[in-house]
């Protein structure tokens, strides 16, 4: 992996790239970090790499001109790194964004100094990132922080190739305690269970000690972390309480797809519908909350393909994404086919047959409940859920699918739009409770 910095104090980089696993890891080869000055691009004849800020204020801004020639230098030796600023306005760092950063090739960071950068510097940067809540003199010993933890993670860099899976963080939980001789120390013991030799027991112990001390340090990393069935069990005879720790869940394999033809209209005649960008948002936010793979919305009019289009770039390249990220996160789920038979052949390329199951509103069609569906997805079963807009999924459709689900409600009123009916049968299909 390669790694390019540019800062104005290289200096204040090279202990820490020249010791210890980091500076084993260049010597194999795995690593390769180059800095670069700033200042060595700057054009005017004091070498400036800042200014007084335009509107005034306090400190001095880096000028967008230095900087730029500095990435182009980068970009002429090799091109492609993902570029990185390093400043407190930046996305938390944690175990989960290194680990997302370590799968690239090439990381380019730029160490913000002074009051910040010029923002115009905007469209060079793909990436900003801060280590915590608190303000370095610059972004030097934070984009050290990022390359420690970035490396460790690479294949080759630790002596054990599962020493980074097993770090406190990558589960969700602190690790466990440790101890080393002497046996006895200020009086305090090691415990029993670590000189029994009994591997089991001490795996047992291990992962009891990492639960009770995440539950007392940080009881918010102890939500997001799951257990398999043997540990919760293991736990249990530690005496450790698990009410309230989490099991791990076989990964869903279940896609929604919204119908705009064939489709009934109020007098049963086929129609075909329009697209509406209510359902394009809330089935793809419903679609991402509880974990649909992709969110198919099969019309066969172009003109309404190319506004599904329209909506979804908006938000996922356009300005909705720097408004709204989470958006377009959502939204990467959609995926526009032109009819059923599109959607079976873009489906089939990526997985096995479908379990195709309608939704309906009308009474009398069901032929499984909503319990066995949810069995059937626990069990990893493939599923597609179609949902028909206008008055319901055309008899042709009907007469195809593997099951219908039994229509919500039941109070006589039958008329839920259609994204209601995505949530709340998303909800009793996938819901944790
Ligand atoms: N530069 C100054 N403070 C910083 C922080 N907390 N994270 C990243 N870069 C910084």
Same mark, same amino acid.
């Given at each position: 992996?390669?790694?390019?910095?540019?800062?104005?104090?290289?200096?204040?980089?090279?202990?820490?790239?020249?010791?210890? @696993? %980091?500076?084993?890891?260049?010597? &194999?080869? @795995?690593?390769?970090?180059?800095?670069?000055?700033?200042?060595?691009?700057?054009?005017?004849?004091?070498?400036?790499?800042?200014?007084?800020?335009?509107?005034?204020?306090?400190?001095?801004?880096?000028?967008?001109?230095?900087?730029?020639?500095?990435?182009?230098?980068?970009?002429?030796?090799?091109?492609?790194?993902?570029?990185?600023? /390093?400043?407190?306005?930046?996305?938390?760092?944690?175990?989960?964004?290194?680990?997302?950063?370590?799968?690239?090739?090439?990381?380019?960071? %730029?160490?913000?100094?002074?009051?910040? @950068?010029?923002?115009? /510097?905007?469209?060079?940067?793909?990436?900003?990132?801060?280590?915590?809540?608190?303000?370095?003199?610059?972004?030097?010993?934070?984009?050290?922080?990022?390359?420690?933890?970035?490396?460790?993670?690479?294949?080759?860099?630790?002596?054990?190739?599962?020493?980074?899976?097993?770090?406190?963080?990558?589960?969700?939980?602190?690790?466990?305690?440790?101890?080393?001789?002497?046996?006895?120390?200020?009086?305090?013991?090691?415990?029993?269970?670590?000189?029994?030799?009994?591997?089991?027991? %001490?795996?047992?112990?291990?992962?009891?000690?990492?639960? +009770?001390?995440?539950?007392?340090?940080?009881?918010?990393?102890?939500?997001? &972390?799951?257990?398999?069935?043997?540990?919760?069990?293991?736990?249990?005879?530690?005496?450790?309480?698990?009410?309230?720790?989490?099991?791990?869940? &076989?990964?869903?394999k279940?896609d929604?797809a919204?119908?705009?033809?064939?489709?009934?209209?109020?007098?049963?005649?086929?129609?075909?519908?329009? %697209?509406?960008?209510?359902?394009?948002?809330?089935?793809?936010?419903?679609?991402?909350? *509880?974990?649909?793979g992709t969110?198919y919305?099969v019309?066969?009019?172009?003109? $309404? $393909?190319?506004?599904?289009?329209?909506?979804?770039?908006?938000?996922?390249?356009?300005?909705? &994404?720097? *408004?709204?990220?989470?958006?377009?996160?959502? /939204?990467?789920k959609?995926v526009v086919v032109d009819s059923l038979e599109s959607l079976f052949k873009e489906a089939g390329s990526r997985g096995g047959r479908y379990?195709v199951?309608?939704?309906?509103?009308?009474?009398?069609?069901?032929?499984?409940? *909503?319990?066995?569906?949810? $069995?059937?997805?626990?069990?990893?079963?493939r599923t597609l859920?179609?949902?028909?807009?206008?008055?319901?999924?055309?008899?042709? @459709?009907?007469?195809?699918?593997?099951?219908?689900?039994?229509?919500?409600?039941? +109070?006589? *009123?039958?008329?839920?739009?259609?994204?209601?009916?995505?949530?709340?049968?998303?909800?009793?299909?996938?819901?944790?409770?």
């Amino acid at each position: 992996m390669r790694f390019d910095i540019l800062t104005i104090f290289p200096d204040l980089l090279k202990s820490p790239l020249n010791e210890g @696993i %980091i500076r084993r890891a260049r010597a &194999a080869g @795995i690593l390769e970090i180059n800095s670069h000055n700033i200042r060595d691009f700057a054009f005017d004849r004091h070498a400036m790499t800042d200014d007084r800020p335009f509107g005034g204020g306090e400190g001095m801004v880096m000028k967008p001109e230095p900087v730029a020639a500095a990435l182009q230098a980068v970009n002429a030796e090799q091109a492609g790194g993902h570029v990185v600023l /390093l400043s407190p306005q930046g996305r938390p760092y944690n175990q989960s964004l290194a680990a997302e950063l370590a799968a690239y090739k090439h990381l380019i960071f %730029i160490c913000g100094r002074y009051e910040g @950068i010029d923002d115009r /510097l905007t469209d060079y940067i793909d990436d900003e990132v801060s280590i915590g809540d608190y303000v370095l003199t610059g972004g030097e010993l934070p984009a050290m922080v990022l390359i420690d933890s970035i490396s460790r993670l690479l294949p080759g860099v630790l002596g054990c190739v599962d020493s980074a899976g097993r770090d406190s963080f990558s589960r969700g939980l602190l690790k466990h305690p440790q101890f080393t001789r002497p046996r006895v120390f200020a009086g305090h013991e090691v415990p029993e269970v670590l000189m029994s030799g009994d591997h089991q027991a %001490i795996r047992r112990w291990r992962l009891a000690q990492s639960v +009770k001390r995440t539950r007392a340090r940080r009881p918010d990393l102890l939500a997001g &972390a799951r257990f398999s069935a043997d540990e919760l069990k293991d736990l249990k005879s530690e005496g450790v309480e698990t009410d309230g720790l989490r099991a791990e869940t &076989a990964a869903v394999k279940l896609d929604v797809a919204l119908v705009h033809y064939p489709v009934c209209n109020k007098n049963k005649e086929i129609i075909g519908s329009a %697209i509406t960008n209510l359902d394009l948002h809330d089935i793809a936010r419903a679609s991402a909350t *509880y974990g649909v793979g992709t969110y198919y919305v099969v019309t066969p009019y172009e003109d $309404q $393909q190319r506004l599904a289009m329209e909506i979804i770039e908006h938000w996922r390249q356009g300005f909705g &994404a720097v *408004y709204n990220p989470d958006r377009g996160q959502a /939204l990467a789920k959609v995926v526009v086919v032109d009819s059923l038979e599109s959607l079976f052949k873009e489906a089939g390329s990526r997985g096995g047959r479908y379990h195709v199951m309608a939704t309906t509103a009308a009474s009398g069609a069901a032929t499984m409940s *909503y319990k066995q569906v949810r $069995q059937r997805l626990a069990a990893g079963e493939r599923t597609l859920l179609l949902f028909g807009t206008g008055w319901g999924l055309a008899p042709e @459709i009907m007469a195809q699918v593997d099951d219908v689900l039994p229509p919500l409600g039941g +109070k006589g *009123y039958n008329h839920l739009s259609v994204r209601s009916a995505v949530s709340i049968i998303l909800d009793r299909l996938l819901a944790d409770a």
